[in-house]
Antibody, heavy 124, light 111 residues
Framework: QLQLQESGSGLVKPSQTLSLTCAVSGGSISSGGWSWSWIRQAPGKGLEWIGYIYHSGGTYYNPSLKSRVTISVDTSKNQFSLKLSSVTAADTAVYFC????????????????WGQGTLVTVSS | QSALTQPASVSGSPGQSITISCTGTSSDVGTYEHVSWYQQHPGKAPKLMIYDVTNRPSGVSNRFSGSKSGNTASLTISGLQAEDEADYYCSSYISSSTLDVFGSGTKVTVL
């Protein structure tokens, strides 16, 4: 059974860089037909897709965050990572990683499974 | 602002059936068969409940069913139970390749 687990800094100072890693277990991150996503949820708000990466390294970012986001993959460690620079209080959220199906032939079909999520607070 | 419109809240009594709507456009729900639904309990990660409009992943109760008519998709929960109280999000493939794929979310309350 595939499982995803986020890890990283839970408290980040304004203007600094948020860094998170998602470890994938129970399956290979290099499996075809999937990409790997970061999604966040601000307190009391809905879901926001930050971006995704293929095992080949190809990425796509949400235009609203594109200038500050970097998603990378390490197939040797079966994990992928998120970096978000120049953070502000508006970046305070629970950050989820998720496997993204592209088996329907499009960039996105559904997300499954999700990691448990990790709260990142931006505060001095 | 979400690409897909959902009611803010829906409620029902135990044993009843409720339906949550998800309204999009001809660029997403109306044309493509890739609507999914997610259940999120407080403090937990979203869980895939329905994919490709009507399909249930293994392990998801058959009390959950999905459908679509025109630009509106629906999630029906039959035999409502206390454990169904949660937030529900719809999502759809969108032809513009935007990452804004989630609905605004619906809070389901079991009375």
């Amino acid at each position: 059974q595939l499982q995803l687990q986020e890890s990283g800094s839970g408290l980040v100072k304004p203007s600094q860089t948020l860094s998170l890693t998602c470890a994938v277990s129970g399956g290979s991150i290099s499996s075809g037909g999937w990409s790997w996503s970061w999604i966040r949820q601000a307190p009391g708000k809905g879901l926001e897709w930050i971006g995704y990466i293929y095992h080949s390294g190809g990425t796509y970012y949400n235009p609203s965050l594109k200038s500050r986001v970097t998603i990378s993959v390490d197939t040797s460690k079966n994990q992928f990572s998120l970096k978000l620079s120049s953070v502000t209080a508006a970046d305070t959220a629970v950050y989820f990683c998720a496997r993204t199906s592209s088996q329907c032939g499009y960039y996105y079909c559904w997300f499954d499974p999700w990691g448990q999520g990790t709260l990142v607070t931006v505060s001095s | 602002q979400s690409a897909l419109t959902q009611p803010a809240s829906v409620s029902g009594s135990p044993g009843q059936s409720i339906t949550i709507s998800c309204t999009g456009t001809s660029s997403d729900v109306g044309t493509y068969e890739h609507v999914s639904w997610y259940q999120q309990h407080p403090g937990k990660a979203p869980k895939l409940m329905i994919y490709d409009v009507t399909n249930r992943p293994s392990g998801v109760s058959n009390r959950f069913s999905g459908s679509k008519s025109g630009n509106t998709a629906s999630l029906t929960i039959s035999g409502l139970q206390a454990e169904d109280e949660a937030d529900y999000y719809c999502s759809s493939y969108i032809s513009s390749s935007t990452l804004d794929v989630f609905g605004s979310g619906t809070k389901v309350t079991v009375l």
